[in-house]
Nanobody, 121 residues
Framework: QVQLVESGGGLAQAGGSQRLSCAAS????????MGWYRQAPGKQRELVAT???????NYANFVKGRFIISRDNSKNTVYLQMNSLTPEDTAVYYC???????????????WGRGAQVTVSS
């Protein structure tokens, strides 16, 4: 099993910044993808950004140029730096880890409990 613990978030003003962290522990494979998803009230969960253990990143269009995802493999931690925040960024942000065992026999998908980010206008 893998456990994901998010930290950070909270209140921010429009145009401000927030930084989220997510530390993974447990049975973590060397090749994995970590990322952030968010869910706003009345909406479905959507991808924000992902980053592979090798460093390749993928961003949702609505955060390109504003958010930066990074990771520290030595700490099994993923970060999300959020800049130029708008009220539309208000959501619960969930940390995710996805991995496949070396033999390709099975995959695993884990989620954190979520961190609230609220952006005031």
């Amino acid at each position: 099993q893998v456990q994901l613990v998010e930290s950070g978030g909270g209140l921010a003003q429009a145009g401000g910044s927030q930084r989220l962290s997510c530390a993974a522990s447990g049975r973590i494979f060397s090749l994995n993808t970590m990322g952030w998803y968010r869910q706003a009230p009345g909406k479905q969960r959507e991808l924000v950004a992902t980053i592979m253990s090798g460093g390749y990143t993928n961003y949702a269009n609505f955060v390109k140029g504003r958010f930066i995802i990074s990771r520290d493999n030595s700490k099994n931690t993923v970060y999300l730096q959020m800049n130029s925040l708008t009220p539309e960024d208000t959501a619960v942000y969930y940390c995710n880890l996805h991995q496949v065992n070396s033999g390709g026999i099975y995959s695993q998908d884990y989620w954190g409990r979520g961190a609230q980010v609220t952006v005031s206008s």
